[in-house]
């Protein structure tokens, strides 16, 4: 059999798998669908600062910038101008709107990734993508977990409020996940539609 024949034959096999292959839909624990229906600051006073966050956050005792929102979005320790901030409670809602502004303009950004992967590869490896995706955003998940337990102390506030809001977002992102996968499981068509569904709706 010549070359391009094989290849072409090869070609059909793993096309043939992948409308075959059955992917498996994780189930999130019922505290992580709890946590993902949380309020997380979009209808707060500081709505404003959610939807238009702007590029730095005057506060009375400091100024936070895109830099330390990515870093807040990681696991401590935290910057020490924002856990030491004197007006940090007083200022919390504030800094919590922005925080999710920035989170979900992460958010935003990654489910467009996954719809450009969808675009150029088979449902069976995009299943893969993304259940290596959960898996990994489980073991965050976890992590932030055992953050806000170790930090529940009144002079860690600060660091056990912004886990704490870590946890819920990764909550969400978990049930976001999850619904990707059971949309793929149905076809890559309903994919596209739950995912463009989904950001329309942050845009």
């Known amino acids: 059999m010549p070359y391009s024949a094989r290849e072409a034959r090869r070609q059909e096999n793993r096309q043939a798998y992948a409308k075959r292959k059955v992917i498996v839909v994780p189930e999130p624990s019922e505290v992580v669908q709890a946590l993902s229906s949380m309020e997380i600051g979009e209808d707060s006073l500081f709505q404003h600062l959610y939807y238009s966050a702007p590029p730095e956050l005057e506060l009375s005792g400091t100024t936070l910038t895109n830099t330390d929102f990515e870093i807040m979005m990681g696991h401590p320790p935290y910057p020490s101008h924002i856990i030491s901030l004197a007006s940090f409670e007083s200022d919390w809602l504030k800094i919590l709107a922005v925080f999710h502004g920035y989170a979900t303009r992460t958010f ?33 998940w976890e992590q932030f977990g055992v953050d806000v337990r170790e930090h529940g102390h009144p002079d860690h506030l600060p660091t056990e409020f912004i886990a704490f809001q870590n946890r819920l977002w990764t909550s969400r992102r978990l049930m976001w996940l999850a619904d990707d996968l059971k949309h793929l499981a149905e076809g890559t068509e309903a994919f596209f539609e739950a995912s463009q569904a989904r950001l329309s709706h942050f845009m």
């Open 108 to 140: 935003v950004s990654e489910q467009a990734k996954w719809i450009e992967e969808a675009a150029v590869h088979d449902r069976a490896s995009l299943s893969s993508k993304l259940t290596k995706a959960y898996w990994i955003l489980m073991k965050e």
